[in-house]
């Protein structure tokens, strides 16, 4: 079992920046990829970043891609979401999951995570 804590959330206006953070808790952390979605209301949960265990790999979809950054710490069960020049369209749920699956690619999808936070918002204004 794996808790996970999302913390960071909250309103900045657009252009500027706010970092979101994940401790995690309970069985090994550093053997995991993490990763991070985002909802808003009305729509399914969409993949934001993800990050192998050893944090060599991570993977973006475009529409964040170069304004968003995943890292790790596994010293502190901990993984980071630098998220840089928002837009308004980036408010959302912000959630972090966990994948303890041995996998040849980095899962992308909501059904390959097994553990998840509870969320944290992020509104960004114009």
């Known amino acids: 079992q794996v808790q996970l804590v999302e913390s960071g959330g909250g309103s900045v206006q657009a252009g500027g920046s706010l970092r979101l953070s994940c401790a995690a808790s309970?069985?090994?952390?550093?053997?995991?990829?993490m990763g991070w979605f985002r909802q808003t209301p009305g729509t399914e949960r969409e993949f934001v970043a993800a990050i192998t265990w050893s944090g060599g790999r991570t993977d973006y979809p475009d529409s964040v891609k170069g304004r968003f950054t995943i890292s790790r710490n596994n010293a502190k069960n901990t993984v980071y979401l630098q998220r840089n020049s928002l837009k308004t369209e980036d408010t959302a749920v912000y959630y972090c999951?966990?994948?303890?699956?041995?996998?040849?690619?980095?899962?992308?999808?909501?059904?390959?995570?097994?553990?998840w936070g509870q969320g944290t918002q992020v509104t960004v204004s114009s």
């Open positions: 309970g069985r090994t952390f550093s053997s995991t990829t």
């Open positions: 999951a966990c994948d303890q699956s041995l996998r040849v690619s980095i899962p992308t999808m909501t059904s390959m995570y097994k553990y």
